[in-house]
Structures are given as structure tokens and as C-alpha cells.
């Protein structure tokens, strides 16, 4: 079975500090691993996805996640956060291993404060 | 293109009562999801279609029930609300593997 685990479900930063959002997975299969953003009242936006090609993710808005299998991490970092980065951000893998159906496992969630 | 629309926005509901939740997409994809979100638990899959004429059960269908007679909707169904159904629910749809959401339905069952 797949998890998802976020580490910290508020994150507070001041603007122009690095942002980091931690994200621990568990997977029988080569995972596929997404992080969404979510602004108050609004739906999830991708904000950058691993799918077995570059370690290295990089994302919208200046996001960037690493995927370390011997950790089985995917944390989320952007080097500088600004006033609009604060939201909601989810790690999410997918079960694209059985079947293909596409079905995505959150993380609980974690917010992202950022403080003049 | 549209996207992913969802239908109503906000909904106040009795305990017993039945409501639509409606979710549509214009980008022809076939695969398409419903997840509820509570606070502090991130989103939970409800059911999820492959196709029109296919669906199947997520990890918390108790309560719900979907169809999807066509590629572009995929309506979600409470027949007797009940509280523990407040929540927030959000359409998706996908093809590969990015799944695109709508705005979500705030839902409030008193």
C-alpha cells in the first residue's frame, strides 16, 4: 500500500527565507509524486510532479523538489518565499502501478505561512 | 477551455436530505476522480471513473454513489445526508498522469 507523509502541518517563514515542505513516501512501486498548491477557496494546482526522470523537479513559481529514493523523500524547497507563496501544499503519490488508474494518495497537508 | 466545473459552489442541506454534487470537463479526458477534504486530513478519494460506463470505489464511498454516462460528466450523488458529510469535495480529471481539479462544492449538512 502507498502513504504519504507530511512532516509539520504549519510551516511559518519570513518573506526572502528558504521555504522547505517535507514529504516522506511509501511505495511497492516506483513512485510517481506530485506536489499541489492550494490558495484559500480554491482548487488544487499542480505544482510540479516526479515521474521517474530527473532527480531534480522543478516546478511553477520558482518551487523545486528532489526525489531521494535511499530516503524515500520528495521535499518541496524554493530559495527565496514571498508574500504569495502562503497556502496549502500537498504531496501526493500515485497509484499508477495497479492497473493505471491514475488514483492519487495525499499527504495531510501543510501551510505555509510567510511573515513580512 | 473551461476546465474542470463544478456545481454548486456552497450547499446547506438537512440530515436526510439528497443533493447532486455536478462535475464536468471539457478537455476529453477519460479518467475522472472525486475527493472530499476535511481539515487536517488532506483529500480522500470517494469513487473515480476510467471511462463512461466505468466506475468504482475509492477509500471512502460509504454515503455516495456516481455514474458517468458520458466522457465529459461525472455527477456525484448523497441520497440521505448525513453530518459526518460536511466537507469540501473536488472534481478531477486526468489524462497521464496530472490530475486537474475544479473549485471544489463547500458542503453543510445540519
Known amino acids: 500500500a502507498q502513504s504519504v507523509t507530511q512532516l509539520g502541518s504549519h510551516v511559518s517563514v519570513s518573506e526572502g527565507a528558504l521555504v522547505l515542505l517535507r514529504c516522506n513516501y511509501s511505495?511497492?512501486?516506483?513512485?510517481?509524486l506530485f506536489w499541489y498548491v492550494q490558495y484559500p477557496n480554491q482548487g488544487l494546482q499542480l505544482l510540479l510532479k516526479y515521474t521517474s526522470a530527473a532527480t531534480l523537479v522543478k516546478g511553477i513559481n520558482g518551487f523545486e523538489a528532489e526525489f531521494k529514493k535511499s530516503e524515500t523523500s520528495f521535499h518541496l524547497t524554493k530559495p527565496s518565499a514571498h508574500m504569495s507563496d502562503a497556502a496549502e501544499y500537498f504531496c501526493a503519490v500515485s497509484d499508477h502501478g495497479s492497473g493505471n488508474t491514475g488514483k492519487l494518495i495525499f499527504g495531510q497537508g501543510t501551510t505555509l505561512q510567510v511573515k513580512p | 477551455n473551461a476546465g474542470v466545473t463544478q456545481t454548486p459552489k456552497f450547499r446547506i442541506l438537512k440530515i436526510g436530505q439528497s443533493m447532486t454534487l455536478q462535475c464536468t470537463q471539457d478537455m476529453n479526458h477519460n479518467y475522472m476522480y472525486w475527493y472530499r477534504q476535511d481539515p487536517g486530513m488532506g483529500l480522500k478519494l470517494i469513487y473515480y471513473?476510467?471511462?463512461?460506463?466505468?466506475?468504482d470505489k475509492g477509500e471512502v464511498p460509504n454515503g455516495y454513489n456516481v455514474s458517468r454516462s458520458t466522457t465529459e460528466d461525472f455527477p456525484l450523488r448523497l441520497e440521505l445526508a448525513a453530518p459526518s458529510q460536511t466537507s469540501v469535495y473536488f472534481c478531477?480529471?486526468?489524462?497521464?498522469?496530472?490530475?486537474?481539479f475544479g473549485p471544489g462544492t463547500r458542503l453543510l449538512v445540519l
Open positions: 471513473s476510467v471511462g463512461a460506463g466505468i466506475t
Open positions: 511505495s511497492s512501486v516506483p513512485p510517481y
Open positions: 478531477a480529471s486526468s489524462i497521464g498522469e496530472t490530475q486537474y
